[in-house]
């Protein structure tokens, strides 16, 4: 009789813990290359925890390779791309862990792994680019460059040069100039082996970076399984943007990057069959 009640005197233990126990399964949005995603949960409950259980099924970056883990070790973050974390079964058991009830409901959370700068070597000098001509600024105002000519009717009072009209005794006035450039490009196709593609966003991020301590705003044209994929890239928040959006994105089969016109362009390459 013992043994007969024993399940059920197992549950009725229990049965308290099993409905006070609180699992949460975080996991960080965005880790970098070579980091660890934390895969286990914090579990809080008032009684002796209750024996809980669940698996993940993980989806690993730029592939179509799926892996299973059940235990709490993290997950090294070998390759960029997106991580898909998907839990499945998880269950709360009693002590004895005969009975079960659901855990929690399942989910699938994307975790970024992000690339690491890699310094470019044979990046094009930005000297002659640099030095684009100038054009007056539709508008007027301020500007940190300005050319000198003869006053004009009409035109601000406040940009007159005083100091040298009274030395010329002409009215000379300031106007505003800004550089004139044309288009920036950095061009990659998004293929290869993982490593590869971890080389090549790499690249691809210290480029840009460069691009902008310079003040330059350029386009990032990314051929990918979906298509080619056109970013502009003004500011730092932009390029995780758009850095964000290619390791969502699929690996294509295609070598030959479409012909992208700009004044200054470099390609991201990194395969020898490449086009």
Known sequence: MAVAFLPLLSLLLSLPAML????????PSAVQLGEQVPLKPQVKCALPEPLISWRYRIHLPYSDEVCKQKSRKPLLAEHCGCI?????KPWKYDYLGLFRLPL?????????????????????????YLTARWKPKAGGGFAENYDLRLYRPGDNLRQIHWKLASKTHKLITREPSVP???????????????????????????????????????????????????????????????VAELLRARVTAEQKMPAVHASWQYHIGGEQDEG
């Open 104 to 128: 929690c409901k399942r989910f699938t959370q994307e975790v970024l792994v992000l690339p690491k700068p890699i310094p470019i070597d044979d990046l094009p000098s930005l000297k002659r």
């Open 84 to 88: 898909r974390i998907e839990l499945r």
């Open 180 to 242: 004139v450039r044309g288009k920036m490009a950095l061009t990659m196709i998004l293929r290869g082996q993982p490593a590869e593609i971890d080389e090549k966003l790499g690249k691809l991020l210290y480029a840009s970076q460069t691009l902008l301590k310079q003040e330059l705003s350029h386009e990032l044209h990314c051929l990918t399984g979906e298509g080619l994929k056109v970013f502009t890239v003004s500011d730092a928040q932009a390029l995780d943007k758009a």
């Open 20 to 27: 006070l126990v609180k699992v949460r399964f975080t996991f």
